[in-house]
């Protein structure tokens, strides 16, 4: 059974930065996409960022263009999102998940990470 692990969240103050990473445990698998999602405290999760794995397609959610960096090394089989200009409101738990298509909607994905807390001070 695949598992996706996220590490690197944690606390910074606000104008800060953070790195997440993710990477996948148990058997290898294929996939076509990753993605970051968040969801804070009495809100839905929302897309952050995706990539295609084979590289050349991104997305970013506007409230994050700018600021954070998806990004993927097939080498060691791990997904990254640099982030930024760190604000209170991206204060959420960010899970990374796998897809076998491209898509932006939770529903579109198949496998997530257990999710890391991010919390931006002001």
Do not use: H
Request: with cysteine.
């Amino acid at each position: 059974q695949v598992q996706l692990v996220e590490s690197g969240g944690g606390l910074v103050q606000a104008g800060g930065s953070l790195r997440l990473s993710c990477a996948p445990s148990g058997r290898t698998f294929s996939r076509y996409a990753m993605a970051w999602f968040r969801q804070a405290p009495g809100k839905e999760r929302e897309i952050v960022a995706v990539i295609s794995w084979s590289g050349g397609r991104l997305y970013y959610a506007d409230s994050v263009k700018g600021r954070f960096t998806i990004s993927g090394d097939n080498a060691k089989n791990a997904l990254y999102l640099q982030m930024n200009s760190l604000k209170p409101e991206d204060t959420a738990v960010y899970y990374c998940a796998a897809s076998f298509g491209w898509g932006t909607a939770s529903s579109d994905y198949s496998f997530w990470g257990q999710g890391t807390q991010v919390t931006v001070s002001s």
